[in-house]
């Protein structure tokens, strides 16, 4: 019976999808020692931000083969670990998008117009008119750290609200900005010119504590900064002293740098300009629909053997990649697969050439089928495509990348996989041809043309009479039937390589018999 894990709350949206395909159990607040405990029962776990996947529990979940994070971040998940492990991980890049950058936005109304203090002041029996005099967002400098999705929604909106907006962000390129009618600029120039500042970047090892005292200090007495994006990009002791102290106007936070906020945290006693939610960018009806629907899609596709979406540790492998070079890669990991079997030993180097039409396909997906095959033959199911390049680097195996777009073997191009390795060299090349069928075209420069199938036998002879009608008979002598043999030669009684397919393996004490034929220089049991 397959089983999904949900540790967090999960809207029920969600729930609904993963119970088609697995039986759901909704357990909340687990402590990490209680997690290890049961995770070694589930197939996929959903979770929020509240649960800590951790290496230790990675390697609790010997079953495990997704997890699925409602929502964007996934520092609460030790990636590495469930790389190592073969986990996919998943998330939902958009669907809380609009919900965190219209928080972003009601921070910065709620901190000019000073809509909390005000309300408390209601709450308290007091009519504080003169207290609140507040500031209009109209034809102020807005400065977006890190233009991405949430930034860029909130730019798009401050625009519309007459704000002039100025962005640092390295990683985006300068016409996508102007575009949005943004100019990029740099970080210290956007803390001194901005009114507002509003983070909307990753916390990285580059972003940590990325605004510090120095930088608040360089900032206009009147600015105020609004972070809804992680905690510990900001030094929360700084913040609050700058905004106690008037070195800026005041703050407006959702996320902090440990969860829930210490009840001795320094910010929770600032009397003025600052604004404190508990972790609500993405708290709406519609963003926790949308991420659950979103996340619950990909675990139910994993489960059912289906490529996800929004992977976050498979580079390079979109479904829609997937989908589209499904026969490409199978063909791929078919031949790495083979090539792995008629290397033997250890393989130190894989070389892939993509010639004709095959040349024009995103590279990188081929590398990782071809390893996951060249790989799973030795170490079988515990390498998947999101494992598979970890493990080659892992085993030293160097990969090499040849595209020969000019080659014309077969209308939609060929691929070649080459190893070197301490047992030689080998070789195999492959196609695909029309309706989606996978040929086997050349093994070690003999040209055969030969279906894949489940058992294979090949074999490098000497090519002269009485082989392959010897090879025939041991088989059948032992019950091994042959579904069909294709020889490949370069010359007339030189060398030659034999290719059966046969409806069953071929037992250990045959392939001995047969390797012992005269005239048998390998033999080779493959499984497909
Ligand atoms: P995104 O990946 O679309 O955008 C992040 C942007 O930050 C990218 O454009 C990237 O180039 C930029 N960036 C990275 N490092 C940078 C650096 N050192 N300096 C400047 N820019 C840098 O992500 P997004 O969906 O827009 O999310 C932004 C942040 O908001 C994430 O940290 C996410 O976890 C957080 N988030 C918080 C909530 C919440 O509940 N408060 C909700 C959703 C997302
Ligand atoms: C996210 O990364 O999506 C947010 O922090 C929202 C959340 O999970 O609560």
């Known amino acids: ?3 999904v894990l949900v540790s967090d709350p999960i809207d029920k949206a969600g729930i609904d999808i993963l119970s088609h395909v697995a039986q759901v159990d909704q357990r909340t607040g687990l402590s990490e020692q209680e997690l290890i405990g049961i995770i070694g029962d589930y197939d996929g776990l959903m979770i929020r931000s509240g649960t800590q996947v951790t290496a230790a529990v990675i390697a609790a979940a010997s079953r495990l083969k997704i997890i699925g994070r409602a929502g964007v971040g996934v520092d609460n998940v030790d990636v590495p670990a469930a790389t190592q492990r073969g986990v996919l991980v998943v998330n939902s890049p958009e669907g809380n998008t609009i919900a965190a950058a219209e928080h972003a936005l009601a921070m910065m109304l709620s901190l000019s117009r000073h809509v909390p203090q005000a309300h408390a002041g209601m709450r308290a029996g007091r009519w504080d008119r003169k207290k609140f005099v507040g500031n209009e967002l109209y034809k102020k400098t807005l400065g977006v750290v890190g233009l991405g999705k949430i930034g860029s929604h909130v730019a798009r909106v401050a625009k519309a609200m007459g704000m002039d907006v100025i962005a640092y962000d390295p990683f985006i390129a300068a ?10 600029t740099q970080l210290d120039e956007l803390f001194r010119k901005a009114d507002y500042v509003t983070l909307h970047i990753p916390r990285t090892k580059d972003t940590e504590n990325l605004v510090n005292a120095e930088l608040l200090r360089t900032m206009k007495p009147g ?3 609004v972070n809804c994006a992680r905690g510990g990009v900001v030094d929360e002791a700084a913040i609050a002293e700058a905004v106690e102290n008037g070195v800026i106007a005041g703050a407006g936070l959702d996320v ?4 829930p906020l210490a009840e001795d945290s320094p910010l929770r006693t600032v009397e003025r300009g600052l604004v404190l939610t508990p972790h609500l960018g993405a708290s709406t009806e519609e ?3 949308n991420v659950a629907i979103d996340v619950a899609e990909q675990i139910r596709d994993v489960l059912l053997g289906l490529p ?3 992977a976050v540790n498979i580079p390079g492998l979109s479904a829609e990649i997937m989908e589209r070079l499904k026969p490409h890669l199978q063909l791929a990991e078919t031949l790495g697969l ?11 180097e894989l070389e892939l050439r993509l010639q004709g039409e095959f040349a024009s396909h995103p ?3 081929l590398v990782i089928a071809a390893l996951k095959g060249l790989l799973g033959a030795v170490l079988g199911d515990s390498i998947n495509y999101v494992n598979a390049s970890l493990e080659a680097e892992a085993r030293g195996i160097q990969v090499i990348e040849v595209k020969d777009e000019s080659s014309r073997d077969f209308a939609g191009g060929s691929l070649q996989l080459k190893t070197k390795g301490d047992q030689g060299t080998r070789s195999v090349i492959g196609a695909v041809f029309a309706g989606g069928e996978l040929r086997i075209t050349s093994i070690d420069e003999y040209p055969v043309n030969v279906s894949p199938s489940r058992h294979m036998l090949f074999t490098r002879h000497r090519d002269m009479p009485g082989i392959i009608g010897h090879l025939g008979s041991l088989l059948g002598e032992h019950n091994v039937n042959i579904a069909s043999m294709q020889v490949g030669r370069r010359i007339v009684r030189g060398d030659a390589v034999m290719v059966l397919s046969i409806d069953d393996p071929v037992p250990t004490t045959v392939l001995e018999t047969i390797k012992a034929v005269n005239g048998i220089q390998e033999a080779h049991p493959v499984t497909l």
């Open 256 to 259: 902090f740098a440990s969860e």
């Open 223 to 225: 600015a105020r900064i």
């Open 308 to 310: 996800a979406r929004s």
């Open 1 to 3: 019976m397959t089983k």
């Open 338 to 348: 083979l090539v792995s079997q008629l290397s033997g030993g250890q393989v130190q």
């Open 287 to 289: 963003a926790q629909e």
């Open 175 to 184: 016409d996508r900005a102007q575009k949005m009618q943004v100019r990029l």
């Open 363 to 365: 590279s990188q997906p």
